[in-house]
DNA sequence: ATCGTACTACGAAGATCATCGAACTTCGAC
DNA sequence: GTCGAAGTTCGATGATCTTCGTAGTACGAT
């Protein structure tokens, strides 16, 4: 099992200044898009992506060091949640607004 | 009086990811704020920022070509407003949520 | 008409970023 | 233990972006 949880921020230390720098990114946006479709949770490399593998390793990062999505690892997997709650209390509206765009 | 609006894209137009994208940068982040803080308008120069004018002039085209906000010539001024009810409409939440921000 | 103010447009320089391939790690399966 | 699968890390490269100074435009005031 060993089920471990990848480095991020806690919620207060969150700034909306990187979430925004990391949603502002179409890749990123679209692994948003995917997470936000299944609030249990998406393996990273069932997102379709246009980017190898490396790259959507980066962008992972990127989404979690902003504190937009949690990481946690699964055998050889590693399963990425949005993180929802934290973002509706830091910035309520925010990623509703975002997802609620017509793509 | 000759009161020009400078060109912007309509509501229908405008993308999600280029507002995120420009969002997504400090000194822009301030000058959104300071806009949201004068509904009525802000003359661009009345904002205090750690750039110079002619970067503060690349910034506001980059939030008036992403749609975030408008401005209108007066005189040699130009006054620029934030499209609130535009973003309120295609994105509801999303500007207080990131105005709800604590800095 | 001349001047000063407010701002923009145009390169250019430096920094940051997205992307990739290759090498490495970790885990489950056989 | 060996293999393959999933994913990360590490440079490197090319693109994008922020920043600046300079030059230029547009307008009001004198």
Redesign the interface.
């Known amino acids: 099992m060993a089920t471990k949880v990848l480095p991020q921020p806690e919620r207060e230390e969150i700034?909306?200044?990187s979430v925004?720098?990391?949603?502002?990114?179409?890749v990123r946006?679209t692994i948003v898009r995917a997470l936000a479709a299944n609030p249990a949770g998406v393996c990273c490399g069932e997102i379709e992506l246009p980017v190898t593998a490396s790259t959507r390793a980066h962008h992972l990062r990127i989404l979690r060091e902003a504190g937009v999505l949690s990481t946690h690892t699964d055998g050889t997997k590693r399963i990425s949640i949005l993180r929802r709650e934290d973002l509706e209390a830091?910035?309520?509206?925010?990623?509703?607004?975002?997802l609620?765009?017509?793509q």
Chains 1, 2 share one sequence.
């Open positions: 700034r909306v200044e925004l720098q990391a949603l502002g990114e179409p946006l830091l910035y309520p509206g925010l990623i509703t607004g975002i609620s765009a017509k």
